[in-house]
DNA sequence: TACATTAGTCAACTATGGTTTACTAAAAAT
DNA sequence: ATTTTTAGTAAACCATAGTTGACTAATGTA
């Protein structure tokens, strides 16, 4: 394999160039939401914790999980997203020993803010690609999501 | 924002779904290429390594430098991944200090491997989309890339 | 020629994002 | 009522991926 044929196969491999961008865009997202809460402790492990938090609160072990982590690691993190008024606690009316996790959706570091945050990116993709290639976009690579999380093997 | 919305809003953010499969594929990515080099230490960190190595040889130096990290990291990474014998190396005929990175190209775990791995994964999105469709949708991933790499803030 | 810079390496340290072990308290099962 | 399981937490530990500092040897420059 020469050097041409090399750099031909990297660029046209649909796997790497979404591998790619996936990492270009988580970037900027952190960035920008760590702006938007003006909270430069927000890592990314915060962030990753935000896609298994239902609005209407989920216990800490349910966060686990579904994340696939054990709830120790969920505990410490909701704990100083709760610091950063990202979170709140909430006892479980249900079940006296959970506690249930909720955004916060007053105050200055609402979970919208973080929302403005990542369709800022979305935006800018809108204005490069306009508003019928982006729906489209979308529509695609939700088909990607899908087959990735469907396939089990292969 | 109600729940519906929230979750309206997270699978309508193209943003936020091409992070996910960025990750979904870079998982299944990691496991094809230990498998392909039938080498279970090969680490994430290793992979991320490749794009920096030309087939003309690159020095140790020269893919920190791409790479934006220490030539000290690079140096461990680089000594692995021969003791792995996927790269190789060579002293630089010009500069006696240096040393040139390659990639193995004949031997068990060769990069022609790699591709073959990462490639099943590109056949797998192929099996699905139809040639037509993965076609246009790698161009407009690229785009993407570009923008993302071109733009500098926002 | 002497001095500064660069390539590479080693070892010690650091940040991140976890896990495992051990514990308390509440709930569920027998 | 006793036992077992579950929710949550704290502390110690671990793997990964990097940094910084100190060093050697080769190169480039005044």
Known sequence: ??????????GASLSHQLIKVGRLI????????????HIPELKQSHLDLFPYIDFEGTSVSEVAKRKGVSKQSVSKLVQEM??????????DPEDSRSK??????????TIQKGFEALMSIDRLLID???EKSYTSALKKVSDFVE????ENQN
């Open 128 to 130: 490069h690609l306009g």
């Open 100 to 109: 249930l996790v909720f955004f916060k959706t007053s105050g200055p570091f």
């Open 1 to 10: 394999m020469k050097k041409s044929d090399f750099e031909k196969q990297k």
């Open 26 to 37: 988580n970037e900027r997202g952190l960035a920008a939401a760590r702006n938007a809460f």
């Open 82 to 91: 709760v610091h950063m008024k990202i979170l709140f606690l909430k006892k």
């Open 147 to 150: 087959i990735f999380q469907s």
